[in-house]
């Protein structure tokens, strides 16, 4: 059974880099997801631009998802106590 836990970002270099160079991470595949198929499966309007790179670190498998098109939404700040996903954690 693979698990994994996705995670959307606007610099997703950026974040391979950090997540391969400075926490061990190795990098498994990266995937170009073609907009047919993907915008109805996920609700985001055409273009989507999606890709997804897939790091593992052990067991744990994570997930980069990048959105690159116009009408993305902002990213918003975050309190603790909002409900969702508040931290990752690796040990």
Do not use: I
């Not at 970002?9 to 950090?18: S, Y």
């Not at 989507?48 to 067991?59: D, E, I, Q, S």
């Amino acid at each position: 059974m693979a698990n994994h836990v996705g995670q959307c970002t606007t610099r997703l270099a950026e974040m391979r880099r950090f997540y391969t160079e400075v926490l061990g991470f190795e990098e498994v595949r990266e995937l170009v997801l073609p907009d047919q198929g993907t915008a109805e499966l996920l609700g985001v309007e055409r273009p989507v631009g999606l890709t997804a790179v897939y790091l593992r670190l052990g067991a744990f498998t994570l997930e980069l998802l990048q959105f690159d098109r116009p009408g993305n939404q902002p990213r918003a700040e975050r309190v603790m106590n909002e409900p969702g996903l508040t931290h990752l954690s690796v040990s």
